[in-house]
């Protein structure tokens, strides 16, 4: 089975950091671009950053850039997003996510989603 | 930056009626590299359908996806009681974008 779980979410002061993490099984991670999607609360869904599956390629929505960092280690079949000038408008539901798989050099469409875990940004 | 906008915002509708709903891109999407996703409430968004058309494996055959280059419409034939959620278009391929979503609610 297919399986992703968020971890690190947490409350945080704005302009403090958090690095969330994601435990991905079930499916060869190093073959997968991975991304990070979030979802304010009664909101819709954002598409935050991506990363193909040998780290050649990463991607961001512009309200982002320059603050947060989306990495992955492969031998920990694990992803992460390093989250720096952290603002009230980040405070979301943050959902580690698959891609499909089916494009060597562009992003899919998102297969496989975690519960994800909450992050808030609040003084 | 292609933006998506779903219509109509809620969709009213009974058990057993069809539904359609519309996802309008901004400017044309590349190869039709266009996904609608179901969410129900407090659960993660499950894939429905890719390259606009095609059923992902095991979603049941009264989701149907249609359109292409700037205009996409998710079809259900006749709306069972589990089918009532929130439905998100998305565009992929590079920076990947969502719709704002459509609500399927019992009238």
């Known amino acids: 089975e297919v399986i992703l779980v968020e971890s690190g979410g947490d409350l945080v002061q704005p302009g403090r950091s958090l690095r969330l993490s994601c435990a991905a099984s079930g499916f060869k991670f190093e073959d997968y671009s991975m991304h990070w999607v979030r979802q304010a609360p009664g909101k819709g869904l954002e598409w935050v950053s991506g990363?193909?599956?040998?780290?050649?390629?990463?991607d961001y929505v512009d309200s982002v850039k320059g603050r947060f960092t989306i990495s992955r280690d492969n031998a920990k079949n694990s992803l992460y997003l390093q989250m720096n000038s952290l603002r009230p408008e980040d405070t979301a539901l943050y959902f580690c996510?698959?891609?499909?798989?089916?494009?060597?050099?562009?992003?899919?469409?998102?297969?496989?989603w975690g519960r994800g875990t909450m992050v808030t940004v609040s003084s | 930056e292609i933006v998506l906008t779903q219509s109509p915002g809620t969709l009213s509708l009974s058990p057993g009626e069809r539904a359609t709903l519309s996802c309008r891109a901004s400017?044309?999407?590349?190869?039709?590299?266009l996904a609608w996703y179901q969410q129900k409430p407090g659960q993660a968004p499950r894939l429905l359908i890719y390259?606009?058309?095609t059923r992902v494996t095991g979603i049941p055959d009264r989701f149907s996806g249609g359109g292409s280059g700037t205009d996409f419409t998710l079809t259900i034939s006749r709306l069972q009681p589990e089918d009532f959620a929130v439905y998100y278009c998305q565009q992929y391929g590079r920076s990947p974008r969502f719709g704002q979503g459509t609500k399927v609610e019992i009238k």
């Open positions: 990363i193909s599956d040998d780290n050649g390629r990463v």
């Open positions: 390259a606009a058309s």
């Open positions: 400017q044309g999407v590349n190869s039709n590299y």
């Open positions: 996510v698959k891609d499909f798989g089916n494009f060597p050099h562009l992003f899919d469409a998102f297969d496989i």
